[in-house]
């Protein structure tokens, strides 16, 4: 069996498990107290632990170590720096791609930014940001992407961060997710090292827990009630059309402001390619490669069942 088709079947099964597991304990959460009662903290660790445990045993029967299937490079300070500038000035075009999705569906971010508020700071930065910087990198930028780049390398990026997006089972968190697994797959050729997209993921996500500790903070100064704090989203046919026309307003400076930060980035990428000694490498990397498949049956079955739980998703809030 291709290594392809083989870590297909892998995540064939983590998604079977992520969704059997989620409904499992939504329907028995009524009678079962402690299902109910399970800590936001709990909740992550389980969410992560279906993720990585799955991919953890698939390394271990391939019969390799656990470092075969992850690049290891050692960074230097100055890529660390201008990986954390690089990412921050991706952060614009996240945010647009979060706000077009909002129109549709509910933010999901901001839904996990909401249960971490009134936590503990230093376990939801353990929790929400080192935890899944150091699995989700693991499975997406290392099992997956590692298997999927021996064929080819631009559809490796493409699937490996479409099925990223796809494994966070919300319209919203898969749009910018999908965005965010192709830049953190380029960092990856980079710097020939998982530990830069562990380090731009934590670093991500541990902005937004600083934003979901700080901006209560700030709108209590500002004498602003909690219903007008968070903007969580909605749909466009639910919107007046002055807020309609004020959002869109929103998304079209954001999206002026993401371009020429999104060039930045470009360029700062250039600079932590050759830093790394890796530019001409980049350059070249598209080119040569296998005609293997790398998407197969397994593979088009957790997609479908993935955008089904999204469609749920959509579906239960509308009703």
């Not at 389980?46 to 490079?73: E, H, M, T």
């Not at 509910?106 to 699995?135: H, K, Y």
Request: aromatic share 12%; hydrophobic share 55%.
């Amino acid at each position: 069996m291709s290594g392809s088709k083989s870590v297909n079947r892998l995540f064939l099964a983590v998604t079977a498990l992520y969704i059997g597991v989620s409904l499992g304990i939504g329907f028995l959460s009524p009678f079962l107290p402690f299902l109910a009662g399970m800590s936001n903290y709990t909740s992550i660790l389980l969410s992560q632990a279906l993720v990585f445990v799955p991919a953890f045993l698939y390394c271990k029967k391939q019969g390799g170590r656990i470092q075969d299937f992850i690049p290891y490079r050692k960074m230097n300070l100055a890529s660390a720096v201008l990986i954390i500038v690089c990412t921050y000035l991706m952060y614009p075009l996240i945010i647009v791609i979060n706000a077009i999705s909002m129109i549709f569906t509910t933010s999901g971010s901001m839904a996990v930014m909401d249960m971490m508020q009134g936590q503990s700071f230093i376990l939801s930065l353990l929790f929400t940001a080192v935890l899944p910087a150091c699995v989700e990198e693991f499975m997406f930028r290392g099992v997956l992407f590692q298997t999927y780049r021996r064929s080819k390398m631009l559809p490796a990026i493409v699937l490996s961060a479409f099925l990223f997006g796809c494994m966070h089972m919300n319209l919203n968190q898969f749009m910018y997710a999908f965005t965010l697994g192709v830049y953190l797959a380029f960092l990856v050729e980079a710097t020939g090292s998982i530990f830069s997209s562990m380090l731009a993921h934590f670093t991500l996500n541990a902005t937004s827990v600083a934003m979901s500790f700080l901006l209560p903070l700030l709108y209590e100064k500002a004498g602003l009630d909690n219903a007008m704090q968070v903007q969580a989203g909605g749909y466009a046919a639910t919107m007046e059309s002055g807020e309609l026309l004020m959002f869109l307003m929103g998304i079209a400076v954001w999206g002026a402001v993401a371009v020429g930060t999104t060039c930045g980035a470009v360029g700062v990428y250039i600079a932590i390619c050759k830093i790394n000694h890796r530019w001409d490498y980049v350059k070249r990397m598209f080119s040569g490669g296998t005609r293997e498949r790398l998407v197969t049956v397994p593979l088009v079955l957790a997609a479908l069942a993935a955008f089904g739980m999204m469609g749920l998703h959509i579906f239960l809030e509308r009703a």
